[in-house]
Nanobody
Framework: QVQLVESGGGLVQPGGTLRLSCASS????????MEWYRQAPGNQRELAAGISSGGRTNYADSVKGRFTISRDNAKNTVYLQMNSLKPEDTAVYYCRARSGYYNYWGQGTQVTVSS
């Protein structure tokens, strides 16, 4: 059974930091491109950051310089370090694992940036 379990979300003040984790099981993690998407109320789901199986990263312009995606293949886990958070970062953050063989999503974790 495939599972992608996100954690680390919560309420944080503007300028604060959070670190999201996505632990996977049931997939061959090392070949997966791992991505973090986010969806704010009333908006479409958008890609925030991605990391390929080879470690190449890409970011949405809105998070460049503030967010860092990384992966630990030994732990089958991908992370999203979020610094200098802004109210507009408020959203449900979803983890996605995809390869030529599969495409799976986690259930999401809520991030709220508010004073």
């Amino acid at each position: 059974q495939v599972q992608l379990v996100e954690s680390g979300g919560g309420l944080v003040q503007p300028g604060g930091t959070l670190r999201l984790s996505c632990a996977s099981s049931g997939i061959i993690f090392s070949i997966a491109t791992m991505e973090w998407y986010r969806q704010a109320p009333g908006n479409q789901r958008e890609l925030a950051a991605g990391i390929s199986s080879g470690g190449r990263t890409n970011y949405a312009d809105s998070v460049k310089g503030r967010f860092t995606i990384s992966r630990d293949n030994a732990k089958n886990t991908v992370y999203l370090q979020m610094n200098s958070l802004k109210p507009e970062d408020t959203a449900v953050y979803y983890c996605r694992a995809r390869s030529g063989y599969y495409n799976y999503w986690g259930q999401g974790t809520q991030v709220t940036v508010s004073s």
